[in-house]
């Protein structure tokens, strides 16, 4: 089981996590929303708590609590800048299909 960053999301984190001062890297989870069935959710996290399960790639730390790790398993975490525009995006091979506004997706 694994999540990855790209480059660019692992210097968009590490850059984040430095002007913070504090936090131990990011948190990735999924909660059971939108119209698809699960939205992803974000956060950098301060500490690791019990039944989180933590990788590391390009020297951050990605915490992912145990029941959002079947969903996201696999998952190429991006950042991308479009104009004024910028997101983290998500390579996840568990999605079979997203809702059109891209908040959401189905497995």
Do not use: W
């Not at 590490?14 to 699960?38: D, I």
């Not at 029941?67 to 910028?86: A, H, I, R």
Request: include cysteine; hydrophobic fraction near 35%.
């Amino acid at each position: 089981m694994t999540v990855k960053l790209t480059e660019s999301a692992a210097h968009r984190v590490a850059s984040y996590l430095q002007k913070r001062g504090h936090g131990v890297g990011l948190r990735v989870g999924v909660k059971k929303t939108g119209c698809s069935g699960y939205a992803y959710q974000l956060d950098y996290a301060d500490q690791v708590e019990d039944g989180d399960v933590v990788f590391e790639d390009r020297g951050v730390k990605l915490i992912v609590d145990n029941s959002s790790l079947p969903f996201v398993d696999g998952t190429e975490v991006d950042f991308v800048k479009d104009g004024l525009n910028e997101a983290f995006r998500f390579r996840n091979p568990n999605a079979k299909g997203e809702c059109g506004c891209g908040e959401s997706f189905n497995v």
